[in-house]
């Protein structure tokens, strides 16, 4: 597998990016039941958004994901979005575009993110491969409650 190169989103790589993320978050929902679809997140405005960070991900020349980050003053950040392009699902892209940010980032005190708990790929993901821990549950008792992940980097 060769490595990943990784670029800051910009005007002119934006339309393919949405597009590819749009198909990957789609593509992972398409199998759920009716009842556990949800809205698929946009990356509508994320370039006049300065206190985000999107980030692209190649490999041999193509596009196969991205990212959206909050970096923070306090080095407590936040990952919003991570997504891989399908063709590229379950080829070791999305772990390897994680451990590409932990790299960019070292000076990191914790990282958290957060999932649906229906998407148990996404929950498997986060915790068996990537060290997060879950912490907690944002609104337990709604339909769509979400687990809050967190992995702790610097004490």
Not at 19 to 39: R, V
Not at 72 to 78: G, S
Not at 96 to 118: D, G, M, N, S
Not at 134 to 144: A, T, Y
Request: net charge negative; proline share 6%; hydrophobic share 40%.
């Amino acid at each position: 597998m060769s490595e990943l190169s990784v670029i800051s989103m910009n005007a002119e790589n934006f339309d393919a990016a949405k597009k590819m993320m749009e198909i990957s978050f789609a593509t992972t929902m398409e199998d759920l039941p009716n009842n556990q679809q949800s809205d698929l997140p946009s990356i509508d405005g994320i370039l006049e958004r300065p206190e985000e960070t999107p980030l692209l991900f190649y490999q041999g020349g193509k596009m196969v994901g991205g990212a959206v980050l909050i970096i923070n003053e306090d080095n407590n950040n936040i990952l919003t979005l991570l997504f891989v392009d399908p063709t590229y699902f379950d080829k070791g892209i999305g772990y390897q575009a994680w451990l590409e940010i932990e790299k960019r980032y070292p000076q990191t005190k914790t990282w958290t993110t957060v999932t649906p708990p229906f998407l148990m790929k996404n929950v498997t993901f986060y915790v068996n491969k990537c060290g997060f821990h879950i912490i907690r549950v944002n609104d337990p008792k709604n339909d769509e409650s979400l687990f809050v992940f967190q992995k702790i980097m610097k004490q």
